[in-house]
């Protein structure tokens, strides 16, 4: 079977990642992976959530969003229908779970990171750059501040990508553009630590169960996209650095 | 490790599902396990969301939400709020998701299926209590239209059931109660069908990822929890098909 | 004139109130009043509205919800029509007053007690069972306070309870289901304390207005109706006091 | 006892009623009641609720707001906390129930006629004042269909009018004013049409519960009230009519 | 080209400023102007919005809202479609700061002045009306503070109002009813002070663009109009201070 | 006076516009003005509001927004909040206005053009520069349909371009970055056609009123940037239709 941009089944699409991309934004990037493109940006905040007063240890939280035209089709903002899309909702939990993984909440001491993901252009991955995008937002936001003497080493524990899986007529394909996607019989998304160890596993097959067989061809296929992706955002922090 | 309630690791708690709990629903269930309880109630509605109007199929959509006090602190409710909980929201998709995967909705025709799933006692795992639940209870409504008539078959694939996995201190537990989830450090959804194929595989490891060696395990015991829901389910199935 | 269901005219339908059904609230109750089930618990809350502060008083507030499958066609959720419903809040505006009248504000102190009713089934009566349960629950939450130590006695100044009286074609009947209801010319809500004095009286006549006379026989066969309730409600008691 | 403004305690507030206040409606009132001041105006809408639709029935409905300085303290707008007033919900449903209980529905056909009362200040009594000016703002709508000749007769089977009477002291004061009414014991609004019968008895005693011989005493003092009301109604319908 | 109301091109409509319109406003005025009729009130506050804490200076804001029967066709309530009318926020906008610009914010200390306009009757030209009647309800408001003695001197640094302007087929037209402002060009806001500066000018011109020689004329309408309306709101000023 | 760029007083901000920025659009464009930064893209939509329905002409309407990180200091998001900014909603309109004052409605038929401008970096005029842009973005989706033959030539009737001009210290600068912005005494927004008459002219002084003087010299000093940015848009619109 042929995919659609001539890639072979395991292999991820052009990434590139743009450190400083909102000038005004403590830290910042713009992650192109394909077509798709997203925008994550990371505000330092002095305060915590509630539960966490007097603790000593910080939070992350993110907030995903797609501009109406990120998509074929003109999406209606979240404002216009009076609620956030569910599916934007799960998401941002996505986001902020992962990148809590992977910081040092005590060491970044009572100080919330804010995450904001916003789509610029949609076509499929979306959910899995933006975590691979925001790890290096969160990297140079926190490594400003190590600049600026807040810290003396940046408070993150491991490396941080995702990737998304896909089977099609039981061919394990991997980062699926939209068009690969709408038509999947299952959709996995992994979220890896630079340890090889997993942070989240999502596996939905509304169309089409999956075997253990499968599953276990799908975790190899992400194990090896993801460790790509560590080297593309290594090059991405070298940049800013270095 | 001795678990509170000194389960073994892989023991699900004592599960009851009374069928026909909300006289006036199509399909109705009160799933119990342990001190979880759930309603799960079935309605049918002879329209379709617009993108499948004039397709000749069906659908399947739920709503999941907890009374206040089904908590240890109270719960305000979503209206007070003026949104729907994002941890809701996700749950809701998850459980129509599911449910979507085994009814056949050529057979079904135009119609869909509303599942109200409605948390009245949360002791952990309502979510997973939903889906096997809502099994039941979509089973009940759709037996009911046998009965009258409107198919000759009960538009269903295969069985469904899930279950909750978490770990703890690198022990694999099945079923976690509230007291276990709240400190574990990874917890599992699995959907499973009876065909042992997997719809749904949701992981997520905010304290402390996992190796590929403890999700096999994991994957393991949802296996083996699942089809003893199955013959649950089937004995609340026969009390009313019989 | 038959009733539906056999009763007389002045016959209430078979009430059950089971106490502490939610086992995490400070007090709970299941009543069921014929088809009609409501669950009402209590949570008590060491903080009061601004309006109190520094005032040495505490505050009964009440919120009232149906599940959607409550009813014989399933009525949508408050939050997918971003309002709570109009009916709903005045019922428990109405529960949150009547209960307020028997509570000695003084002696519960600078305390709230939030009244959750949650309609599990809907055949008429249920603001009215929401109030006769309420009573029970409160009285199982402030009982529990006593058993703890903090306050020497009950904080209740007298019994409460509420009951429907209809009228249709002339006759004055007691306790509709929702069969009568919907039909009957007049409908009358009645609380009444212990002493026999009255808290609430509502009624309405949509249809065909009431003459004087028709309010007394009323408000006769109210009075007689919870007088019954309150033996009732006394058995619920003893079964957790004694 | 005296009252504040010297009444007798069975004596009503010197009321005003201005037919045709707000000039594009098709019917309008301001009506004045001591210092409380509220806009009726009917909007005839050519078509019905869905319940209703070719039932060949009309419908009445309404809505109660208050400016935000209509009061001592000024009322944040229901817009600001994004929610209508519940106190205001309460009152514009017993508004609609009232009116409906007066206009032949059958002849007004498939029409609905949208009241809106606005208080412009408020001094007790404005769901009783905006009752009794709508029952005028109706009949000039309606008489204005006459002159267009879309009815032969106006569609309006009897007069409606409305007054409070509180109990303070274990004395019976009718139509309060603010300052009365919030120490009052107990708060009665009794809705009546022409023939004497009611249509809306609603008593509250949050406070101090009433004896059976003082609601005796209410509606007598309700009922004289009402008559004088129905004469003060006439004579504004007549300075249009005649 | 004649008028509809036979006005010349420069004539404003009759004014006529009501003070102490709602009595238990802190300033209040009823403004009509034509058929056009707003209420506009002043409450003072004690407090300030966050960002002025501890500055030792005041704020003025404003909300504007349009009864429903204000116009010819029934506006629904802001609060049924669930948010602020875009226009009316606009305008509301445009109130609170033309009103800040002649307040003396030094003056007045950590206080905020809450302006709001209603408009009951809606024949064009209400946000100037609304402008000029405000400036006198604020004028009212800080007056009685001067009686009070809360200031030595009223805490306005100038006059202030504001008059509408519109072309249409090339003539300049100024103050226009609904019906000329419908059929516009274009269409002219110019708020003045006594100084005769400008404090904001808007103007719109959908239809057909505007050349530098209108707009010269345009101002010049203004200005001679607002120097009227200067007047009327002195005479009103005098009749609450003298 | 120098200012902080060292611009001249009359002197625009460097411009760039990127046309196709958004792939999946009809006309999308990057239009960057020094530090600000706005995605302008258009929507073409085979529908009309109801108002237009069956008039055979066509309609222009703008969503404007904020990315929480284009400002120095992150804005929250409007569904954050639950409703629109104010400040968002009066530019949307602005927007709207102003391009429907260049596109032929008649020739446009049934359809509508969404045009939504996301501001990615705000410094300073982003409503003139989401005006400057959108004029691009409505040509190039424009354009597109006449490539596919919908029109014979392109519906748009003249140029349009905005520019801001505030007053600091009695001198009159063109093209405010944010930090001038926060300290002018006056603030114009200025959209002009190609022929030089004027579609919007909105000056606001809260700060210091302005004299008629500075109005002129405020609008000369418009009209020289504006045919400025007619050259730019030009080199825009060539970079795709040649």
Known sequence: MDRI???TNDQIRPVTITPSFQE?????V?????????????SVDDKVPPFLKNSGRGWVTAEYSMLPRATLVRTPRDITKGSINGRSQEIQRLIGRSLRSVV??????ERTLQIDCDVIQADGGTRTASITGSYVAVYQALYNMVSMGVFNEIPIKDKLAAI?????????LCDLCYEEDSTADCDFNVVMQGSGKFVELQGTAEGNP??????NKIIDTADKAIRELFEIQQKAIDSFTK
Do not use: H, Q
């Open 104 to 109: 040092d909440m005590n060491a970044l001491g």
């Open 24 to 28: 005004f934004a403590d830290g910042s």
């Open 30 to 42: 713009l992650i192109e992976s394909g077509k798709t493109r997203v925008i994550c940006s990371v």
């Open 164 to 172: 998304s899986v896909g089977v099609l007529k039981d061919e394990v």
């Open 210 to 215: 999956y075997s253990r067989e499968i599953l």
């Open 5 to 7: 941009d001539n890639r």
